[in-house]
């Protein structure tokens, strides 16, 4: 029987998935010789039970919605340090993010048994106007600089950033996200739009989804009748914020809020759609952006430096922050045959490059050469 355990620490901040939750389920799937024990939420587990993660779990808080993260984070981190995990060499502690719920107690079982190896994913560096994740981030980038024996990032630029910031070079590799490229192909097609444009991700204010409203609003202006789809959920006083904000705009009429759906549904949501709308600030790969092309999606989207290297073609860039601009984009699109049908034929060449399948195996060959 197999001793050998791979000990994952899994924040799941809201019932979506993001990128780090993504790959950790591709990697769990295809962990045969480890004994899995995945350290989440109650919807963590819910997650992983659904894409088909069997392991052990161990529950550090039941929530169902978010009404206070830095609280619920604190439980988190608490619950986690005082589990019972026994640990040995031979070992993976994995981090899927750096969230200080993923990263405090991977550290702290780390010292107490060094034989052990840490695995640590980061996906961006979070800016300086976010203060409080800002600072947190640099909490959590200590123990993994000093600490953690593989870093890996999911675009060049970061493996840059975290060298210049200190980090050892010879523990930061690359390896980009993927999608289920089978999965998509496999998706029943829709000749009638529904919607003219869709966003999937998470509602915070991080995502732009405040900008979307200012964006949205000078496109009605110039066609009434265009309809937004909004697909995500997030802290419940953002989303009252976010509606309110919809309703003093008079955009209930066109900004259509579908919160949380499953894939089959959310995909099919984005298959009835015209164009991905992603007015994201901060993105490390741009996880919904490969799911969007995925579904068929030409995407507008501000003008990310990442975006040059993940997605340099089948995607309008805009300029950060000019809104008038971003919705000269949409309309372009949406009115430009010909421009459309270019960034859809290069979708298709886009795409080919991400695929779980060799995501996934590239990481477990990384983690594996720890030993």
Same mark, same amino acid.
């Given at each position: 029987?197999?001793?050998?355990?791979?000990?994952?620490?899994?924040?799941?901040?809201? !019932?979506?998935?993001?990128?780090?939750?993504?790959?950790?389920? #591709?990697?769990?799937?295809?962990?045969?010789?480890?004994?899995?024990?995945?350290?989440?939420?109650?919807?963590?587990?819910?997650?992983?039970?659904?894409?088909?993660?069997?392991?052990?779990?161990?529950?550090?808080?039941?929530?169902?919605?978010?009404?206070?993260?830095?609280?619920?984070?604190?439980?988190?981190?608490?619950?986690?340090?005082?589990?019972? +995990?026994?640990?040995?060499?031979?070992?993976?502690?994995?981090?899927?993010?750096?969230?200080?719920?993923?990263?405090?107690?991977?550290?702290?079982?780390?010292?107490?048994?060094?034989?052990?190896?840490?695995?640590?994913?980061?996906?961006?560096?979070?800016?300086?106007?976010?203060?409080?994740?800002?600072?947190?981030?640099?909490?959590?980038?200590?123990?993994?600089?000093?600490?953690?024996?593989?870093?890996?990032?999911?675009?060049?630029?970061?493996?840059?950033?975290?060298?210049?910031?200190?980090?050892?070079?010879?523990?930061?590799?690359?390896?980009?996200?993927?999608?289920?490229?089978?999965?998509?192909?496999?998706?029943?097609?829709?000749?009638?739009?529904?919607?003219?444009?869709?966003?999937?991700?998470?509602?915070?204010?991080?995502?732009? +989804?405040?900008?979307?409203?200012?964006?949205?609003?000078?496109?009605?202006?110039?066609?009434?009748?265009?309809?937004?789809?909004?697909?995500?959920?997030?802290?419940?006083?953002?989303?009252?914020?976010?509606?309110?904000?919809?309703?003093?705009?008079?955009? !209930?009429?066109?900004?259509?809020?579908?919160?949380?759906?499953?894939?089959?549904?959310?995909?099919?949501?984005?298959?009835?759609?015209?164009?991905?709308?992603?007015?994201?600030?901060?993105?490390?790969?741009?996880?919904?952006?490969? #799911?969007?092309?995925?579904?068929?999606?030409?995407?507008?989207?501000?003008?990310?430096?990442?975006?040059?290297?993940?997605?340099?073609?089948?995607?309008?860039?805009?300029?950060?922050?000019?809104?008038?601009?971003?919705?000269?984009?949409?309309?372009?699109?949406?009115?430009?045959?010909?421009?459309?049908?270019?960034?859809?034929?290069?979708?298709?060449? +886009?795409?080919?490059?991400?695929?779980?399948?060799?995501?996934?195996?590239?990481?477990?060959?990384?983690?594996?050469?720890?030993?």
């Amino acid at each position: 029987m197999n001793n050998k355990k791979f000990i994952a620490f899994m924040n799941a901040y809201t !019932q979506g998935i993001s990128g780090g939750d993504a790959c950790f389920i #591709e990697i769990a799937k295809r962990l045969n010789n480890y004994n899995k024990i995945i350290v989440t939420s109650f919807l963590g587990k819910k997650l992983c039970e659904t894409k088909g993660v069997t392991a052990t779990y161990l529950i550090t808080t039941r929530e169902q919605q978010f009404n206070n993260v830095i609280f619920t984070y604190i439980k988190r981190i608490l619950k986690a340090l005082f589990l019972k +995990i026994d640990i040995s060499k031979g070992d993976i502690l994995y981090s899927t993010s750096d969230f200080l719920p993923d990263v405090i107690p991977a550290f702290v079982r780390k010292i107490s048994k060094k034989e052990v190896k840490w695995v640590q994913k980061v996906f961006h560096l979070i800016p300086s106007n976010r203060i409080i994740p800002y600072y947190a981030q640099k909490i959590s980038f200590f123990f993994v600089k000093h600490f953690a024996d593989l870093i890996i990032v999911d675009n060049k630029n970061l493996k840059r950033e975290l060298i210049s910031k200190g980090f050892p070079e010879r523990k930061v590799v690359v390896n980009y996200l993927g999608i289920n490229l089978k999965y998509f192909q496999k998706l029943p097609q829709f000749s009638k739009k529904v919607y003219d444009g869709v966003f999937l991700g998470r509602l915070h204010p991080s995502k732009g +989804i405040f900008d979307l409203i200012k964006i949205w609003k000078i496109v009605v202006k110039y066609n009434p009748k265009l309809k937004l789809a909004i697909i995500g959920s997030g802290d419940v006083k953002i989303i009252e914020k976010f509606k309110n904000e919809i309703q003093k705009k008079r955009l !209930q009429d066109n900004i259509i809020l579908l919160g949380f759906l499953e894939d089959d549904e959310a995909f099919s949501v984005l298959k009835k759609s015209k164009i991905f709308v992603f007015p994201s600030h901060e993105e490390g790969f741009g996880l919904a952006v490969a #799911e969007a092309m995925a579904c068929g999606l030409p995407v507008v989207a501000w003008d990310l430096p990442v975006f040059k290297e993940i997605f340099p073609k089948g995607m309008l860039r805009v300029p950060i922050s000019n809104v008038e601009k971003f919705a000269e984009a949409i309309l372009k699109l949406i009115e430009n045959e010909n421009l459309y049908r270019k960034l859809t034929t290069e979708i298709e060449e +886009i795409i080919r490059h991400f695929d779980w399948d060799a995501v996934a195996e590239r990481e477990l060959s990384l983690i594996e050469s720890l030993f």
